[in-house]
């Protein structure tokens, strides 16, 4: 009895079976406990077991030991051998049952490859650099791309390459075909620039590499006349070698540098780019070495006006690289001038306080002193502009909600040099502005 009505029920589930349509995704599949990986819970796919015989996913696994644990998740047991082997039955099993059960939206979990050792990476590092030695561009392209393809595969080969010194080996190949001729060598320095831009940090050996005169040369050229990727990837690693200050003085005195920097803001081709080429110029004119030379080079190449067209209506990131730029630049008396000339200078700025962060507020009110303080033509005249945009009560506000000492000490005395010119000017409620509400 009890047997038929089995029988019945499974003939119904098979007609109900025949009668879904293929690919329907909103039917919720059981994954199998065995194909499940006992740290994430989820679906295996690169099964691998330990010494003590518990299969768990690769991923999970490595986390799980990288994270300083010496023992088995499941059983607790001591790891006699941290040696992972591939468990080819139950991902042969974890792939049928993934095309068994298509139709209900699973894909086929890929066949992984065998992660790289750090043997594999040396060997093709010594390569690299006979390579470099013999001048062969092509063959060392070919294997640089060889690196960047293993990469790809998976983070564990990402680690298992930089943690080989694969960043030092490829600096040093850059120095060498830089120094041959960049011009003849651009293919395989795109790549290897390709390959520095995911190893970073670099370490200080390598980035002593790329810190000389050549590399730098060449990096900049690629800057301002390279195509577009290897544009943004000369300028991520031109802005981790600025984190030095020495690499930062080459950079000032490399012919093109500044035209290089100002291009990637002027014709943007991805934010990424765009905030680190405003990275390198900060550090190239808040520098305690920079000098009113550098910053007057950026001015003359309108930069002043393309800070303040990415201050209009830009996110957070943007617009405090911007401010930081702004403020290096508004040490040198042409920059303030420049600054002052603009119309969109003071009701951006004044806006930008307390509006973005508390680094963004610092920056701005630095700028504000330092145009207001160090004004010598049509005296008073940028101070009252200022009260018209209601800089005031900003910085009124300022001191009200808290901020740093010398944050404090320049609103506190911007306040007192405002505060001369009130009594000539209504600050909001003017005859011009009487029926006007500003969101300040």
Same mark, same amino acid.
């Given at each position: 009895?009890i047997?038929?009505?089995?029988?019945?029920r499974a003939?119904?589930r098979?007609?109900?079976?025949?009668?879904?349509?293929e690919g329907?995704l909103?039917?919720?599949?059981?994954i199998?406990?065995?194909?499940?990986c006992?740290i994430s819970?989820?679906l295996?796919k690169d099964?691998?077991t330990?010494s003590t015989?518990?299969t768990?996913?690769r991923?999970s696994?490595?986390t799980?030991?990288?994270?300083g644990n010496?023992?088995?998740p499941?059983?607790n047991q001591v790891l006699?051998?941290?040696?992972?082997?591939p468990?080819? #039955?139950i991902?042969k099993?974890i792939q049928?049952w993934c095309?068994?059960?298509?139709?209900?939206?699973?894909?086929?979990?890929p066949?992984p490859?065998?992660?790289v050792?750090?043997?594999e990476?040396?060997?093709?590092l010594s390569?690299?650099t006979? #390579?470099?030695?013999?001048?062969d561009q092509?063959g060392c392209?070919e294997?640089?791309?060889?690196?960047?393809?293993?990469g790809?595969?998976s983070?564990?080969?990402?680690?298992?390459i930089?943690?080989?010194g694969?960043g030092?080996?490829?600096?040093?190949?850059?120095e060498?075909?830089?120094?041959?001729?960049?011009?003849k060598?651009t293919?395989?320095?795109?790549e290897i /620039?390709?390959a520095?831009t995911w190893?970073?940090?670099?370490d200080?050996?390598?980035?002593s590499?790329?810190? /000389?005169p050549?590399?730098?040369?060449?990096?900049v050229?690629?800057?301002?006349?390279?195509?577009?990727?290897?544009?943004q990837n000369a300028v991520l690693?031109?802005?981790e070698?600025?984190?030095?200050?020495r690499?930062?003085?080459?950079?000032?005195?490399t012919?093109g540098?500044?035209?290089a920097l100002?291009?990637?803001?002027?014709?943007?081709?991805c934010?990424?780019?765009?905030k680190?080429?405003?990275v390198?110029?900060?550090r190239m004119v808040?520098?305690?070495v920079?000098?009113?030379?550098?910053?007057s080079?950026f001015?003359?190449m309108?930069?002043i006006?393309?800070l303040?067209d990415? /201050?209009?209506d830009s996110?957070?990131?943007?617009c405090?690289k911007?401010l930081?730029?702004?403020?290096?630049?508004c040490s040198?008396?042409?920059?303030?001038?420049?600054a002052?000339?603009?119309?969109?200078t003071m009701?951006v700025?004044?806006?930008?306080?307390?509006?973005?962060?508390?680094? #963004?507020?610092e920056?701005?009110v630095s700028? /504000?002193?330092k145009l207001?303080?160090?004004k010598?033509i049509?005296e008073?005249?940028?101070?009252?502009?200022?009260?018209?945009?209601?800089a005031?009560?900003?910085?009124?506000?300022?001191?009200?909600?808290?901020?740093?000492e010398?944050?404090?000490?320049k609103?506190?005395e911007l306040?007192k040099?405002?505060?001369?010119?009130r009594?000539?000017?209504e600050c909001?409620d003017s005859m011009?502005?009487?029926?006007l509400?500003?969101p300040?």
């Open positions: 009895m047997s038929n009505w089995r029988k019945r003939g119904r098979a007609s109900k079976n025949q009668e879904r349509p329907n909103d039917m919720e599949v059981t199998p406990t065995h194909f499940r006992p819970l989820e295996m099964p691998v330990l015989g518990i768990y996913d991923e696994i490595e799980w030991i990288e994270s010496q023992t088995c499941v059983t006699r051998s941290l040696d992972q082997i468990n080819h #039955a991902r099993m049928d095309v068994e059960n298509r139709s209900f939206g699973v894909e086929r979990i066949t490859r065998i992660p050792t750090p043997f990476v040396s060997q093709i390569r690299i006979d #390579a470099a030695r013999r001048g092509s392209q294997l640089v791309v060889k690196i960047k393809n293993l790809k595969e983070e564990r080969n990402k680690r298992c930089v943690g080989n694969t030092r080996v490829l600096a040093a190949t850059f060498a075909f830089a120094a041959a001729s960049f011009e060598n293919d395989v320095l795109e /620039l390709s520095l190893m970073l940090p670099l200080l050996e390598a980035q590499y790329l810190g /000389l050549a590399p730098l040369r060449c990096m050229w690629f800057s301002k006349s390279g195509g577009l990727s290897g544009r690693v031109l802005k070698l600025s984190s030095d200050q690499h930062v003085s080459l950079l000032a005195r012919e540098a500044s035209e100002v291009k990637l803001i002027k014709e943007p081709i934010p990424t780019a765009t680190a080429s405003l390198v110029i900060y808040s520098s305690s920079s000098s009113d030379k550098i910053r080079r001015v003359d309108d930069l006006s393309l303040l990415i /201050l209009v996110d957070k990131s943007l405090e911007a930081g730029v702004l403020d290096g630049l040198c008396q042409e920059a303030r001038e420049k002052y000339a603009h119309a969109l009701p700025l004044v806006k930008k306080i307390l509006r973005i962060s508390d680094l #963004a507020t920056f701005t700028i /504000l002193w207001c303080k160090n010598k049509d008073g005249s940028i101070l009252v502009e200022a009260l018209q945009v209601g005031f009560q900003k910085l009124l506000l300022l001191l009200q909600v808290g901020c740093g010398r944050t404090k000490e609103a506190t306040l040099l405002l505060n001369l010119y009594g000539k000017l909001i011009d502005f009487k029926e509400r500003r300040f």
